[in-house]
């Protein structure tokens, strides 16, 4: 079994930044990607960012250049770095984590933008 606990989420005025960090526990062996998804209301959930063991990323062509992802192998954790926020970025974000052939899930934390 593993665990994702995800921290940092919050309320915060527009243009204004929050880092996001989630961290996994349990029976790891090796984790493939982490990433982080978003569900805004009304709306899929949809992927905000991406990151392989060996560090290349991937993001949504909404959030490039403004958010930024990374990890700590030793730590089992990923990060999301979010620049320059928008309302727009409001929503429950979710870090997930590849382990073998399966695909973790955190609780989610509420992010908030307010202008």
């Known amino acids: 079994q593993v665990q994702l606990v995800e921290s940092g989420g919050g309320l915060v005025q527009a243009g204004g930044s929050l880092r996001l960090s989630c961290a996994a526990s349990?029976?790891?062996?090796?984790?493939?990607?982490m990433g982080w998804y978003r569900q805004a209301p009304g709306k899929q959930r949809e992927l905000v960012a991406a990151?392989?063991?060996?560090?290349?990323?991937n993001y949504a062509d909404s959030v490039k250049g403004r958010f930024t992802i990374s990890r700590d192998n030793a730590k089992n954790t990923v990060y999301l770095q979010m620049n320059s926020l928008k309302p727009e970025d409001t929503a429950v974000y979710y870090c997930n984590a590849e382990v073998g052939l399966t695909l973790y899930w955190g609780q989610g934390t509420q992010v908030t933008v307010s202008s």
């Open positions: 990151i392989t063991s060996g560090g290349s990323t």
């Open positions: 349990g029976s790891i062996f090796s984790i493939n990607a």
